[in-house]
């Protein structure tokens, strides 16, 4: 009986394997780029959503500056304030060569001042019950309700890109291609709550202590 002639198994090539596992790094470094590429611009997405409704705020500002300055007595310094951060906020986020560091803190920087000017208005009881001041505050309100919400969103977003970036090995992607951590809204003294935008007050102002 012949004898079956066992045929001779082939040997792959080294260069086949040097093949293999550059097309395997090739693609993850493509799908990585294009995760890292496709987080960050969520994160400019949810900046640009913040940046608008910032917007909305500074567009009711005059309003409210015209209709609070007319007010006997009041004070001055405090319309001056939440101008001026008015004004910074809107070249800060216009500015081309501005961080977005920079235009974190002008927009907190607007929070504090809107804060301290509505705390100034509840003495006035009689500004409040116009007309014109109702109709201010229930824009404010709404606006200040999609700030946080936009904040918030804003915050999720690039915490869950910064810790991409973080990731071993992504992060010797990320360190290649200059992908940089983004920075978040944080809780600062005056500027970690919406401005307080309830004005029910009563009939008559609360009498101030004698000097």
Same mark, same amino acid.
């Given at each position: 009986?012949?004898?079956?002639?066992?045929?001779?198994?082939?040997?792959?090539?080294?260069?086949?394997?040097?093949?293999?596992?550059?097309?395997?790094?090739?693609?993850?470094?493509?799908?990585?780029?294009?995760?890292?590429?496709?987080?960050?611009?969520?994160?400019?997405?949810?900046?640009?959503?913040?940046?608008?409704?910032?917007?909305?705020?500074?567009?009711?500002?005059?309003?409210?500056?015209?209709?609070?300055?007319? #007010?006997? /007595?009041?004070?001055? $310094?405090? =319309?001056?304030?939440?101008? *001026? +951060?008015?004004?910074?906020?809107?070249? !800060?986020?216009?500015?081309?060569?501005?961080?977005?560091?920079?235009?974190?803190?002008?927009?907190? #920087?607007? /929070?504090?001042?809107? $804060?301290? =000017?509505?705390?100034?208005? *509840? +003495?006035?009881?009689?500004?409040?019950? !116009?007309?014109?001041?109702?109709?201010?505050?229930?824009?404010?309100?709404?606006?200040?309700?999609?700030?946080?919400?936009?904040?918030?969103?804003?915050?999720?977003?690039?915490?869950?890109?910064?810790?991409?970036?973080?990731?071993?090995?992504?992060?010797?992607?990320?360190?290649?291609?200059?992908?940089?951590?983004?920075?978040?809204?944080?809780?600062?003294?005056?500027?970690?709550?919406?401005?307080?935008?309830?004005?029910?007050?009563?009939?008559?102002?609360?009498?101030?202590?004698?000097?």
């Amino acid at each position: 009986m012949a004898k079956a002639v066992a045929t001779p198994t082939k040997k792959i090539p080294t260069w086949a394997y040097l093949v293999g596992a550059v097309l395997i790094l090739g693609g993850w470094l493509m799908s990585s780029y294009n995760g890292l590429v496709s987080a960050q611009g969520e994160v400019q997405k949810t900046w640009s959503q913040v940046e608008a409704e910032y917007q909305r705020r500074a567009d009711l500002i005059p309003s409210l500056v015209a209709t609070v300055q007319g #007010a006997a /007595d009041f004070e001055q $310094s405090t =319309l001056v304030e939440v101008t *001026e +951060a008015r004004t910074k906020w809107m070249n !800060t986020s216009a500015d081309p060569t501005a961080s977005r560091e920079d235009q974190i803190a002008a927009s907190q #920087a607007f /929070d504090s001042a809107l $804060s301290r =000017l509505l705390v100034t208005v *509840e +003495a006035y009881p009689t500004l409040t019950a !116009t007309e014109g001041f109702q109709t201010f505050q229930s824009q404010l309100e709404g606006t200040e309700n999609r700030i946080t919400v936009a904040r918030m969103d804003y915050n999720d977003i690039a915490g869950d890109y910064n810790i991409k970036i973080r990731s071993f090995p992504t992060n010797l992607l990320a360190g290649m291609f200059n992908f940089e951590e983004s920075p978040l809204f944080e809780s600062s003294e005056g500027s970690e709550d919406a401005p307080n935008v309830d004005f029910s007050f009563g009939e008559e102002p609360v009498a101030e202590p004698a000097q």
